[in-house]
């Protein structure tokens, strides 16, 4: 009975510390006037610039990574008009 027990309880433990995921969220807006940025492209590098996810913003600027893993990131926002921006993320 015991064993039965410990096994359930192994199963159950490992199930909830494997599905512990992690959500990058953002708003993209013009600095100069405060209003949205629709459609811009989002991209989650390592920190040996390599992509590991993108996004693109919705019409009211808002973007979301998913299913991300503890660790250090970078995050771009590139577009031709303005210049990059660069943000460093570290999920702990």
């Known amino acids: ?6 096994s359930l309880l192994f199963l159950f433990f490992s199930q909830v510390l494997f ?3 992690f959500t990058v969220r953002g708003f ?15 991209k ?3 920190t040996d610039s ?3 996810a993108g996004a693109v ?7 979301s990574i998913p299913k991300l893993i503890l660790g250090s990131y970078i995050l771009k926002i590139d577009n031709q ?3 990059r921006a ?6 702990t």
């Open 28 to 42: 993209i807006y013009d600095k100069s006037n405060g209003e949205a940025m629709a459609y811009e492209k989002v």
């Open 57 to 63: 913003s919705d019409i009211n600027g808002f973007y």
């Open 81 to 83: 008009k303005y210049e």
């Open 19 to 21: 599905s512990q995921d």
């Open 1 to 6: 009975m015991s064993k039965l027990l410990y």
């Open 86 to 91: 660069f943000k460093n993320i570290v999920m």
């Open 50 to 52: 390599t992509v590991i």
């Open 44 to 46: 989650l590098l390592s």
